[in-house]
């Protein structure tokens, strides 16, 4: 592979769906197989051999891959398949890779078996009153069922569940729900059922066959790093797409989750959804309308979704949020207005400025590949016509994007230097460098980061740190000093593709970030405390290591830092705001995260455990709702920003909106409170 040759893609997460399946029966598996493995051997930056740590760690993704649940196997089907756990590397040497026929087709007969159960479950009597349970523990692992008779007992359990909670959707009153149950059941029933079957018949319309070794594949690449992945033609196209600035499209990105949802995974920054403000990440989609079609979402594979959305400019999304409200969205393809709205300048206090930074993404189509770095240079120079004192650039949520619109943001902030070191597997180091003198603005800056900041920027925030030239607040970082290339694995493109790690990056200090995060100067409260976020939670993950430093860097002098830092760090103990974040943190780590209680199968249990989860929920963001009202900041937008929406009354409604959200953040209000700090002690 020749260096500088290629396009490197710097993202964070992308989640591949297995259900996304392209019968590869004309393909040999083993050339698969081999194939895949010679173009991570020449092209991945750590490449592992082919030994019985492979087998044993390809084994455990590719078991966990097929069965993630652990609810269609059992653990007698687990024992005929750890026969083949120490075997793998010899199978794929010998060129005998029969051993995958085994898996699709005990798990093709696993599936009908569910079916087989699930559909004389309509016909059973189902016990709503019995002393059964159902468990609850953040800290024992779920394990297979013993046989198939544990296995079913789980299974009609599940579907009582999940029966009880859609009662429980029904009114919100506990004695109108029991006067009226077994009516209710009568009707929720079969639905339940039927999805379940759906979910299961879903997985038997694709190519089992193809989905098994598709997975197996997977596993390979995996095994190299959690970033590298396999893709078969399908999957390669919609993560392409997914990159594209330029297409029309609604601006989310939908997957199905466990239970059959289809669930918005991602709001591109500046599109549809995200001018229009009413659909949030995680919100599930229930239905699609358009015109006189209608899509309902009830066991829908993502094919078809993906189908309707692309041949439909205009749709009502009707949708349901985390709270359990129900609302219709109507949004019209468009273009994304990234450029236009996303990187947009705003003064806060008559004195300060704030840029939101959603992605370093890059126009590959401009004539000289500007993107982000040359848009967040406008902004600046309109807030440098306001007067401002110092700047705000806020990172969180941004999961990566372009290393090169990364460095040129740095350089416009340093005099000159080297702003990072990139290593690939067999060559020496590369530092890139800023060589243009000056900067575009001098004055103090404030980095906000959180733990979904990756990748890119992690880049920007690190030099910007170790140069001196802004303080990092927020939470550590994502941790991921990587970055990804798509490579086909065949001259044959049937053969499929793969996403490689080819790069890391490390800090102008010599230092890499990877899995351990930039860490701020100041660490501020957030809802996400002890998610377990980052790519240090990932299984074989790359190391944190040091390399050597060629070009040395000279550090900025900031007057009175550790002074601002100590103010800030005694302001967070008695903020309220900050505060009341870490109890909304602690209540929902406690009752939807670190679980550890059971629940009796009968609706009066599950009722009054699922409202009073819903009831405290809602009273605490009731509280920080109104709690966030006071002491509002002051929030204008530039005098040139002005000129620009005064024309646009869509624009200027969704400006209204971001002015609010800015001025009740208590991130960004201390964040400023930083930049006062730098004033009055300067």
């Not at 059992?74 to 750890?82: A, H, L």
């Not at 591109?268 to 015109?291: C, H, R, W, Y």
């Given at each position: 592979?020749?260096?500088?040759?290629?396009?490197?893609?710097?993202f964070?997460?992308?989640v591949t769906s297995?259900q996304?399946?392209?019968s590869?029966?004309g393909?040999d598996?083993c050339?698969q197989?081999?194939a895949?493995?010679?173009?991570?051997?020449?092209?991945?930056?750590?490449?592992k051999p082919?030994?019985?740590?492979?087998?044993k760690?390809?084994?455990?993704?590719f078991?966990n891959?097929?069965?993630?649940?652990k609810?269609?196997f059992?653990?007698?089907?687990i024992?005929?398949?750890?026969?083949?756990k120490?075997?793998?590397d010899?199978y794929?040497?010998?060129n005998?890779?029969s051993?995958?026929d085994?898996?699709?087709t005990?798990i093709?007969t696993?599936?009908?078996?569910?079916?087989?159960?699930l559909?004389a479950l309509?016909n059973?009597?189902?016990?709503y009153?019995?002393?059964?349970?159902?468990?609850y523990?953040?800290t024992?692992e779920?394990?297979?069922?013993k046989?198939s008779?544990t296995l079913?007992t789980?299974?009609d359990?599940k579907?009582r569940?999940?029966i009880?909670?859609?009662v429980?959707?029904?009114?919100?009153?506990?004695?109108?729900?029991q006067?009226n149950?077994?009516?209710?059941e009568?009707?929720?029933k079969?639905?339940?059922?039927?999805?379940?079957?759906?979910?299961?018949?879903?997985?038997?319309?694709h190519?089992?066959i193809?989905?098994t070794?598709?997975?197996?594949?997977n596993?390979?690449?995996?095994y190299?790093?959690p970033n590298s992945v396999?893709?078969?033609?399908?999957?390669?196209?919609?993560?392409e797409t997914?990159?594209?600035?330029?297409?029309l499209?609604?601006?989310?990105?939908a997957?199905?989750?466990?239970?059959g949802?289809?669930v918005?995974?991602?709001i591109?920054?500046?599109?549809?959804?995200?001018l229009?403000?009413?659909?949030?990440?995680n919100?599930?989609i229930?239905?699609l309308?358009s015109?006189k079609?209608?899509l309902?979402t009830?066991?829908?594979?993502i094919?078809?979704?993906?189908e309707?959305?692309?041949?439909?400019?205009t749709i009502?999304?009707?949708?349901?949020?985390?709270?359990?409200?129900i609302?219709?969205?109507k949004?019209?393809?468009s273009?994304s207005k990234?450029?236009e709205?996303?990187?947009?300048?705003?003064?806060?206090n008559n004195?300060?400025?704030?840029?939101?930074?959603?992605s370093f993404?890059?126009?590959f189509?401009s004539?000289?590949n500007?993107?982000?770095?040359?848009?967040?240079?406008k902004?600046v120079?309109?807030?440098k016509?306001?007067n401002?004192k110092?700047?705000?650039?806020?990172?969180?949520y941004?999961?990566?994007g372009s290393?090169?619109?990364?460095?040129?943001l740095v350089?416009?902030?340093?005099n000159k230097?080297?702003?990072?070191?990139?290593?690939?597997n067999s060559?020496?180091?590369?530092?890139?460098?800023?060589?243009?003198r000056g900067s575009?603005f001098s004055k103090?800056i404030?980095?906000i980061?959180?733990s979904f900041?990756?990748?890119a920027?992690e880049?920007?925030?690190?030099?910007?740190?170790?140069?001196?030239?802004?303080?990092?607040?927020g939470?550590?970082?994502?941790?991921?000093?990587?970055?990804q290339l798509?490579?086909?694995?065949?001259?044959?493109?049937?053969?499929?593709?793969?996403?490689?790690?080819?790069?890391?990056?490390?800090r102008?200090?010599g230092?890499?970030?990877?899995?351990?995060g930039?860490?701020?100067?100041v660490i501020f409260?957030s809802f996400?405390?002890?998610?377990?976020?980052g790519?240090?939670y990932e299984?074989?993950?790359?190391?944190?290591?040091s390399?050597a430093?060629?070009?040395q860097?000279?550090p900025?002098?900031?007057?009175?830092?550790e002074?601002i830092l100590?103010?800030?760090?005694?302001r967070?103990?008695?903020d309220k705001?900050?505060?009341?974040?870490?109890k909304?943190?602690?209540y929902?780590?406690?009752?939807?995260?670190?679980?550890n209680?059971?629940?009796?199968l009968?609706l009066k249990n599950?009722?009054?455990?699922s409202?009073q989860l819903f009831e405290?929920?809602?009273?605490?963001?009731?509280?920080?709702?109104?709690?966030?009202?006071?002491?509002?900041?002051?929030?204008?937008?530039?005098?040139s920003?002005?000129?620009?929406?005064?024309?646009?009354d869509?624009?200027?409604?969704y400006n209204?909106?971001?002015?609010?959200?800015?001025?009740?953040?208590?991130?960004?209000?201390?964040?400023?409170?930083?930049?006062t700090?730098?004033?009055?002690?300067n």
């Amino acid at each position: 592979m020749k260096q500088l040759q290629l396009v490197v893609i710097f993202f964070t997460i992308f989640v591949t769906s297995s259900q996304h399946i392209v019968s590869q029966k004309g393909t040999d598996f083993c050339a698969q197989i081999t194939a895949l493995n010679a173009v991570l051997k020449e092209n991945h930056y750590n490449a592992k051999p082919i030994d019985d740590a492979f087998s044993k760690a390809v084994y455990e993704l590719f078991i966990n891959a097929l069965d993630p649940e652990k609810i269609i196997f059992t653990k007698d089907d687990i024992e005929i398949f750890n026969k083949d756990k120490e075997h793998l590397d010899s199978y794929i040497t010998q060129n005998n890779c029969s051993f995958i026929d085994k898996y699709s087709t005990l798990i093709k007969t696993k599936i009908k078996h569910r079916m087989v159960f699930l559909s004389a479950l309509k016909n059973k009597k189902l016990r709503y009153n019995s002393l059964d349970s159902i468990s609850y523990s953040a800290t024992k692992e779920f394990e297979y069922s013993k046989n198939s008779e544990t296995l079913d007992t789980y299974w009609d359990k599940k579907i009582r569940l999940k029966i009880i909670y859609k009662v429980t959707e029904m009114d919100s009153t506990l004695t109108y729900l029991q006067k009226n149950f077994i009516d209710f059941e009568k009707r929720i029933k079969e639905a339940v059922i039927e999805n379940e079957i759906c979910l299961l018949e879903e997985l038997l319309n694709h190519d089992i066959i193809s989905r098994t070794k598709e997975q197996f594949l997977n596993a390979i690449a995996h095994y190299q790093d959690p970033n590298s992945v396999f893709f078969n033609f399908y999957e390669k196209e919609v993560f392409e797409t997914a990159l594209s600035t330029h297409d029309l499209s609604f601006g989310i990105a939908a997957n199905k989750n466990e239970k059959g949802d289809i669930v918005i995974t991602y709001i591109e920054p500046g599109g549809a959804a995200f001018l229009d403000q009413k659909m949030e990440t995680n919100d599930v989609i229930l239905n699609l309308t358009s015109g006189k079609t209608s899509l309902n979402t009830n066991c829908v594979s993502i094919e078809n979704i993906t189908e309707y959305l692309n041949q439909h400019d205009t749709i009502v999304f009707k949708v349901k949020n985390k709270s359990g409200g129900i609302l219709d969205v109507k949004l019209t393809k468009s273009a994304s207005k990234i450029e236009e709205n996303s990187v947009r300048g705003y003064v806060l206090n008559n004195d300060y400025g704030y840029i939101k930074i959603p992605s370093f993404y890059i126009d590959f189509e401009s004539s000289n590949n500007q993107g982000l770095a040359n848009d967040v240079a406008k902004e600046v120079y309109k807030l440098k016509k306001e007067n401002i004192k110092g700047l705000i650039l806020d990172l969180r949520y941004n999961g990566g994007g372009s290393m090169s619109q990364a460095s040129d943001l740095v350089g416009m902030f340093i005099n000159k230097g080297p702003i990072t070191i990139i290593k690939q597997n067999s060559t020496d180091p590369i530092t890139v460098k800023d060589f243009k003198r000056g900067s575009i603005f001098s004055k103090p800056i404030v980095i906000i980061v959180n733990s979904f900041s990756a990748s890119a920027s992690e880049l920007f925030a690190g030099a910007m740190q170790d140069y001196n030239r802004a303080i990092i607040v927020g939470s550590t970082t994502y941790g991921k000093a990587t970055a990804q290339l798509i490579l086909p694995i065949h001259a044959d493109m049937e053969f499929g593709f793969s996403k490689i790690t080819v790069e890391k990056f490390y800090r102008i200090s010599g230092k890499s970030h990877q899995s351990t995060g930039v860490v701020p100067d100041v660490i501020f409260p957030s809802f996400y405390d002890d998610f377990e976020i980052g790519e240090q939670y990932e299984s074989h993950t790359l190391k944190s290591d040091s390399i050597a430093v060629s070009f040395q860097h000279t550090p900025l002098e900031f007057k009175n830092k550790e002074a601002i830092l100590k103010n800030s760090k005694n302001r967070i103990l008695t903020d309220k705001g900050f505060q009341f974040l870490k109890k909304m943190n602690a209540y929902y780590l406690k009752n939807f995260i670190h679980l550890n209680y059971s629940l009796r199968l009968n609706l009066k249990n599950i009722y009054e455990h699922s409202h009073q989860l819903f009831e405290g929920w809602e009273a605490l963001e009731t509280s920080f709702n109104e709690l966030k009202k006071t002491d509002a900041l002051s929030v204008t937008n530039s005098e040139s920003t002005n000129q620009i929406i005064q024309f646009n009354d869509e624009d200027t409604e969704y400006n209204k909106l971001v002015l609010v959200e800015i001025s009740t953040d208590f991130h960004i209000k201390e964040a400023l409170n930083i930049l006062t700090d730098y004033s009055n002690l300067n």
